[in-house]
């Protein structure tokens, strides 16, 4: 315990400090924050951030010659990564979101009237996109159904990509947002908020890193 006084000028501090106090281990599961028990599913540490970045790299290099702005190159285009199955649940995703929004679209109102039928447009305009010939620019059936879509939502290519990376409607808003900004040269201002030990300040390197070499 430490104890001390003020007098005219600097604090003059007397006393002893004693050992801190053991603290207990804390239990987990009998806790309520929803954080502890996040942390207890999932493993958020610079090692296992540091794993899934080696992951995301090592996918990455199947299209290490594609174009930036293009995103196609030597017959290959960054969109193959999206399955049918992937594909066919973004759009109905987005469907869905098209249906609860005022977002200008061109969709049938009975292609949204209710999940069954969201669905079914979905699985629609991927069996058209896989059976149909490649629109002019496209080099798979991924480009070709994702430039149809995006005409049929006002020209909004990112909403389009924004659920093809499987966001949800609050992740959809910031993202956006910070495309819109790097899309129009203004400064993309970032908030890294996690709990201790996940790899923020790892993140924020790579960050770094990745926005000046751009």
């Avoid at 959809?172 to 709990?195: D, E, F, S, T």
Wanted: with cysteine; hydrophobic share 40%.
């Amino acid at each position: 315990m430490v104890e001390g006084v003020v007098e005219n000028g600097p604090v003059m501090v007397e006393g002893v400090v004693e050992n801190d106090p053991v603290m207990e281990e804390l239990d987990v599961a009998a806790t309520p924050r929803p954080v502890f028990h996040m942390l207890k599913c999932n493993r958020l540490n610079v090692t296992e951030s540091d794993a899934n970045y080696k992951r995301w790299k090592e996918s990455a290099r199947k299209f290490d010659a594609v174009d930036v702005a293009s995103g196609r190159a030597g017959g290959r285009s960054v969109n193959q990564r999206y399955t049918s199955d992937v594909v066919t649940v973004s759009l109905q995703r987005m469907l869905e979101y098209l249906q609860s929004t005022n977002t200008a679209h061109s969709f049938s109102p009975w292609e949204l009237e209710s999940e069954a039928a969201c669905l079914a447009a979905a699985e629609k305009l991927v069996r058209v996109a896989r059976n149909s010939s490649l629109l002019e620019g496209c080099v798979c059936w991924q480009d070709t159904l994702i430039q149809t879509v995006t005409a049929m939502v006002d020209g909004k290519e990112n909403l389009v990509h924004g659920f093809l990376e499987g966001l949800s409607k609050d992740q959809l808003v910031p993202y956006l947002n910070a495309v819109h900004a790097v899309q129009h040269g203004q400064a993309l201002k970032l908030l890294i908020h996690a709990p201790p030990g996940c790899g923020k300040t790892y993140v924020r390197g790579n960050a770094r890193v990745v926005f000046n070499g751009l």
